[in-house]
């Protein structure tokens, strides 16, 4: 599969998915509901800049497999709250996964109009059970996406930040997934300073250099 991005083809790697599927099982209804998100993607990224067109060779390891990595951390949960989605990752890849699960509600945030126009679309041709909110993280009201059991965030901002944008929304007894890179402890050492964090780290299964980030309780210094 190809899709012309600035005048240059840009090809899938044709083994790419079937390696993703390997770290990352899913049931044959969510691998086709992956292929037909992957297809919409391809076709929107010729005029919309979702992920980045180096990227797309592996767009199955380095996007759906990190995506479907967070779904064993959190067994059982139904409501999920992703904040900067983009392109759909994570938020759109669990949706997919919890498509058939009864009560399942993924909601998604992005301030950028054509992206999340892209996520609608998504959402409205695969029959997701997802929710798009077009505004700011700092303008998200808790009670528009409560109760919320997991909170997700991708390549977003350093941990300090993200702290201050998860805390407000943070119910007690949820959690907040962080898919983050090599340079987490250093960010968590330095969040520290304002916040009090319990978290665990997890090996990436994607990057062997990533981590992700399991917040099980947040609140500010002081």
Same mark, same amino acid.
């Given at each position: 599969?190809?899709?012309? &991005?600035?005048?240059?083809?840009?090809?899938?790697?044709?083994? *790419?998915?079937? /390696?993703?599927?390997?770290?990352?099982?899913?049931?044959? !209804?969510?691998? $086709? /509901?992956? *292929?037909?998100?992957?297809?919409?993607?391809?076709?929107?990224?010729?005029?919309?800049?979702? @992920?980045?067109?180096?990227?797309?060779?592996?767009?199955?390891?380095?996007? @759906?497999? $990190?995506?479907?990595?967070?779904?064993?951390?959190?067994?059982?949960? %139904?409501?999920?709250? $992703?904040?900067?989605?983009?392109?759909?990752?994570?938020?759109?890849? @669990?949706?997919?996964?919890?498509?058939?699960?009864?009560? #399942?509600?993924?909601?998604?945030?992005?301030?950028?109009?054509?992206?999340?126009?892209?996520?609608?679309?998504? @959402? %409205?041709?695969? #029959?997701?059970?997802?929710?798009?909110?077009?505004?700011?993280?700092? $303008?998200?009201?808790? *009670?528009?996406?409560?109760?919320?059991?997991? &909170?997700?965030?991708?390549?977003?901002?350093?941990?300090?930040?993200?702290?201050?944008?998860?805390?407000?929304?943070?119910?007690?007894?949820?959690? #907040?997934?962080?898919?983050?890179?090599?340079?987490?402890?250093?960010?968590?050492?330095?969040?520290?300073?304002?916040?009090?964090? #319990?978290?665990?780290?997890?090996?990436?299964?994607?990057?062997?250099?990533?981590? &992700?980030?399991?917040?099980?309780?947040? !609140?500010?210094?002081?």
């Amino acid at each position: 599969m190809a899709t012309t &991005i600035s005048a240059k083809t840009v090809t899938l790697d044709p083994a *790419d998915r079937e /390696r993703a599927l390997a770290l990352t099982p899913v049931s044959r !209804e969510t691998a $086709d /509901r992956l *292929d037909r998100f992957v297809a919409l993607l391809l076709t929107w990224q010729a005029t919309t800049n979702l @992920i980045a067109p180096s990227t797309i060779p592996h767009l199955w390891t380095r996007h @759906i497999a $990190d995506s479907l990595q967070l779904l064993p951390l959190a067994p059982g949960a %139904r409501r999920w709250l $992703d904040l900067g989605t983009g392109g759909g990752f994570p938020g759109l890849v @669990i949706a997919c996964a919890l498509a058939e699960e009864p009560g #399942a509600a993924i909601h998604l945030v992005d301030s950028q109009t054509r992206r999340a126009a892209f996520l609608r679309e998504v @959402i %409205r041709v695969l #029959a997701l059970p997802a929710i798009v909110h077009c505004m700011r993280i700092e $303008d998200l009201v808790a *009670d528009a996406v409560a109760p919320c059991e997991v &909170i997700t965030v991708r390549a977003l901002a350093p941990m300090g930040k993200l702290a201050g944008l998860i805390h407000p929304l943070m119910a007690p007894g949820a959690k #907040a997934l962080l898919l983050k890179g090599q340079d987490v402890e250093a960010e968590l050492t330095d969040a520290s300073k304002y916040w009090n964090i #319990a978290a665990d780290l997890v090996p990436s299964r994607t990057d062997p250099q990533g981590r &992700i980030v399991i917040i099980r309780a947040l !609140e500010p210094r002081g």
